[in-house]
């Protein structure tokens, strides 16, 4: 826990200094999503044998798995944002013999790059992310044939993302936020037990609300790009 108390620490550190000092807009909001793990199918392991990394979405204990958090980000330039993003949920998987559950939890601190020069005036913006962070994970895994236990794992992994996303404007203060991406996590763990591999890729789409609070004007450099958006 101390990991990702490091994260929250910084991020609110970074927002308190950003807002005072240069008088940026901070924007936070609600958001939900799947979660579906992409299975990497048969990999070696160290001891000679072999294994089925499960994938989501295949089996009768393979579910449509969601996710619940929040999201928030801090304009640095019209262009550029800090991004902060969490999400907690459950995935699962399954292959012919065995199938696993486990709650995550998915934290991540991210830079943000608009399309185009983004600002209130903005109907729809586009951009691509790009996060590390931390997730931790509480994970069983089960025989399929009588629901026996197999193993079990839990512990926290670091993680790098990459996604791509969308801002609708609903108004001034409000938008529309839709995203897709994929978080890979540096532990084999996530589903029930440790192949000592590269980590699980995990895909996610999600849709939220956002809220922005401005708290001032455009830092002095800016203004050009500002107008540029006006007259689109």
Same mark, same amino acid.
């Given at each position: 826990?101390?990991?990702?108390?490091s994260i929250?620490i910084?991020?609110?550190?970074a927002?308190?200094?950003?807002?005072h000092?240069?008088n940026? /807009?901070?924007?936070?909001g609600?958001?939900?999503?799947?979660?579906?793990?992409?299975?990497?199918?048969v990999?070696g392991?160290?001891?000679?044998?072999?294994d089925?990394?499960?994938?989501?979405?295949?089996g009768?204990y393979?579910?449509?798995?969601?996710g619940?958090?929040?999201?928030?980000?801090?304009?640095?330039k019209?262009?550029? +944002?800090?991004d902060?993003d969490?999400l907690?949920?459950?995935? !699962?998987?399954?292959?012919?013999e065995?199938?696993?559950?486990?709650?995550?939890?998915?934290? %991540?601190?991210?830079?943000?790059?608009?399309?185009?020069?983004?600002?209130? !005036?903005?109907?729809? %913006?586009?951009?691509?992310?790009?996060?590390l962070?931390?997730?931790?994970?509480?994970?069983?895994?089960?025989?399929v044939l009588? %629901?026996?236990?197999?193993s079990?794992?839990?512990?926290?992994?670091? %993680?790098? /993302?990459v996604?791509?996303?969308?801002l609708?404007?609903? /108004?001034?203060?409000?938008?529309?936020q839709?995203?897709?991406?994929?978080?890979?996590?540096?532990?084999?763990?996530l589903?029930?037990y440790?192949?000592?591999?590269?980590?699980?890729?995990?895909?996610? +789409?999600k849709?939220g609300?956002?809220? /922005?609070?401005?708290?001032g004007?455009?830092v002095?450099?800016? +203004?050009?790009?500002?107008?540029?958006?006006? !007259?689109?």
């Open positions: 826990m101390k990991y990702l108390s929250l910084l991020f609110i550190i927002v308190t200094t950003s807002l000092a240069q940026r /807009s901070f924007n936070i609600l958001q939900a999503g799947s979660i579906y793990d992409i299975g990497k199918g990999i392991q160290s001891n000679g044998f072999t089925v990394d499960m994938k989501g979405w295949k009768d393979a579910k449509f798995d969601l619940y958090g929040l999201s928030a980000s801090l304009d640095i019209t262009r550029l +944002a800090l902060f969490l907690f949920g459950q995935t !699962t998987g399954q292959s012919e065995q199938y696993y559950e486990s709650a995550l939890g998915m934290y %991540n601190l991210g830079f943000r790059t608009y399309f185009r020069p983004h600002s209130d !005036t903005n109907r729809v %913006n586009g951009y691509i992310n790009l996060g962070g931390m997730t931790t994970y509480d994970a069983k895994r089960y025989f009588d %629901n026996g236990l197999f079990k794992t839990n512990g926290v992994g670091f %993680n790098n /993302s996604e791509l996303g969308m609708i404007g609903l /108004s001034k203060t409000v938008k529309l839709i995203s897709y991406g994929i978080l890979h996590t540096y532990s084999d763990a589903d029930g440790d192949n000592l591999k590269a980590g699980d890729p995990i895909m996610r +789409a849709i609300l956002v809220y /922005s609070f401005k708290t004007g455009i002095e450099g800016e +203004a050009s790009e500002v107008d540029e958006v006006k !007259t689109e």
